[in-house]
């Protein structure tokens, strides 16, 4: 069992950088695969990045490469996503997602409640 806690949304400048924060508790977390996803207003929930079990591994949809990094501490058992360069369509919920099969779909076992990235231009 795992329960995820996002944290670090707001309120930014095109151009500008946050950092948001992913919680976790239980006993297997370093077993799961872990994700974030983001959610617009009428669009359906697309993948942002994942990183594996191990933390050897991470994987950005196209639209946000090299702007964000997915990262994993495993003695915290937080994960967190740096954006950098942020983009008026950044804007969205962001949910933390974790589950033992890594997936661009939202198929995870486990999800926060989100949130909210605003970027205005």
């Known amino acids: 069992q795992v329960q995820l806690v996002e944290s670090g949304g707001g309120l930014v400048q095109a151009g500008g950088s946050l950092r948001l924060s992913c919680a976790a508790s239980g006993r297997t977390f370093g077993s799961f695969a872990m994700a974030w996803f983001r959610q617009a207003p009428g669009k359906e929930r697309e993948f942002v990045a994942i990183?594996?079990?191990?933390?050897?591994?991470?994987y950005y949809a196209d639209d946000v490469k090299g702007r964000f990094t997915i990262s994993r501490d495993f003695i915290k058992n937080t994960v967190s996503l740096q954006m950098n360069n942020l983009k008026p369509e950044d804007t969205a919920v962001y949910y933390c997602?974790?589950?033992?099969?890594?997936?661009?779909?939202?198929?995870?076992?486990?999800w926060g409640r989100g949130t909210q990235v605003t970027v205005s231009s």
């Open positions: 997602a974790a589950g033992l099969s890594p997936t661009r779909s939202p198929h995870y076992d486990y």
């Open positions: 990183e594996s079990w191990d933390g050897l591994n991470t």
